[in-house]
């Protein structure tokens, strides 16, 4: 027997939950599916198990998007101070960190707790476990979804499935194969806030750095510049740093490291050769980088050489190296931990105001699915939150 609904909501994730939430509060009857054993997994695992829920600093220019000028309305419309109030709503505890991020003093499972409770307080139906064989429009006021050996209807459809980032909490492609089964056109996707691998060369040279993490400045190709941590791990680079830049890397690009933020590293070099001339440039070097760093980044013959013993060219060389560190990575971890999915369903295709697909009325994408992609630091869940709300608001 097929049951019926206002809105059925595919993925009970953080935007799904959000979006379920909202329409269930103005009277809608919604069910959400999802084929996972439970909601918001990757809630739970987000920000090392504290979620990093929002940021107060969210503005339009922290997201990537083909069409920069389309989150302005969902943002605009549902800000980070709205998610703070319903968080302290719920009594959760919260912190911040650098660069506004916010963090429950507990764990994730109280963003996930909060967003089911709202959801029930709303009458929404959650059904997990819930595998989706079909999805097909039968006429303009309806589409059918089987799932689970059950059949159901409803006039609107959300698609919440988010991106390909990190399949072991069971991503997959299947909110980008509904798009184009509509005949919405998709971007080309990518991982995102993602950590870069050595090239077997560099593997040999810098993989005994591992658990090194200096702070930097980075910048890609393209311009784009973060100033965070950069950490080195066995497999590559890693640390906000690198997740930031990573986004706006392509393969083959060298990035750019500052290794002594704010600091000029010819003018150290110069200041060090007047007051200790005989020093060595690698004692010289330990004081502002850790030693296992300096004898990677440099030949230990010139390590051993006192300052004084460096010729004009040799100094400024060794300052490039420090203040410009040019490399050029073999790629990125991928799919696998990567935090986000770049590319997607084409936001030229969607209304910016309510998340509708503009050639199926009645057809919603929402979260990680479109080409819509946040900064690291709570900026991909407050787009989870608008967009959610956005498209729950009309759906």
């Not at 689970?148 to 980032?165: D, E, F, K, N, P």
């Not at 810098?206 to 080195?232: D, K, M, R, Y």
Request: aromatic residues 8%.
């Amino acid at each position: 027997m097929t049951q019926t609904f206002d809105v059925i909501i595919i993925g009970a994730g953080a935007a799904g939950l959000m979006c379920a939430a909202t329409a269930g509060y103005r009277g809608r009857s919604v069910l959400v599916l999802d084929n996972a054993k439970k909601a918001g997994r990757k809630i739970l695992i987000s920000g090392g198990g504290r979620c990093n829920f929002t940021n107060i600093n969210v503005a339009p220019n922290n997201y990537l998007c083909s069409n920069p000028h389309f989150v302005k309305s969902a943002l605009a419309r549902y800000p980070s101070s709205n998610f703070i109030e319903l968080v302290e709503r719920h009594g959760i505890e919260y912190h911040q960190r650098d660069h506004g991020q916010l963090f429950c003093n507990d764990n994730a499972k109280q963003i996930v707790d909060m967003l089911l409770t709202e959801c029930d307080w709303a009458a929404v139906n959650i059904r997990l476990r819930s595998e989706i064989s079909s999805i097909q429009q039968l006429d303009e006021q309806s589409f059918e979804v089987q799932a689970a050996g059950q059949s159901y209807q409803a006039s609107s459809l959300v698609i919440a499935t988010g991106g390909l980032s990190m399949p072991k909490l069971g991503a997959s492609p299947f909110g980008y194969q509904i798009a184009e089964q509509f005949g919405l056109k998709l971007l080309p996707t990518r991982a995102g806030l993602v950590p870069f691998t050595w090239h077997s060369e560099q593997k040999q040279r810098f993989e005994a750095l591992s658990g090194i993490a200096v702070p930097c400045c980075i910048t890609a190709a393209c311009g784009n510049q973060f100033s965070e941590a950069l950490l080195f791990t066995h497999r590559g680079l890693s640390g906000p740093a690198i997740l930031q830049i990573s986004n706006y890397w392509q393969a083959g690009e060298a990035i750019h490291i500052n290794l002594l933020p704010k600091q000029d590293a010819l003018a150290l070099l110069e200041q060090v050769l007047l007051q200790h001339p005989k020093q060595n440039l690698k004692n010289t070097l330990s004081q502002w980088l850790p030693k296992r760093l300096v004898e990677a980044l440099f030949d230990q013959a010139q390590l051993a050489k006192a300052l004084n013993q460096l010729g004009h060219g040799e100094r400024d060389s060794i300052a490039k190296q420090l203040n410009d560190w040019q490399i050029t990575m073999n790629g990125t971890e991928g799919y696998r931990t990567a935090e986000v999915t770049l590319g997607g369903v084409d936001t030229n295709e969607l209304s910016s105001k309510t998340m509708q697909a503009t050639k199926v009325k009645g057809l919603y994408f929402i979260g990680e699915v479109m080409d819509v992609s946040g900064w690291l630091g709570g900026y991909n869940f407050q787009w989870a939150w608008a967009s959610g709300v956005a498209c729950g608001l009309d759906c």
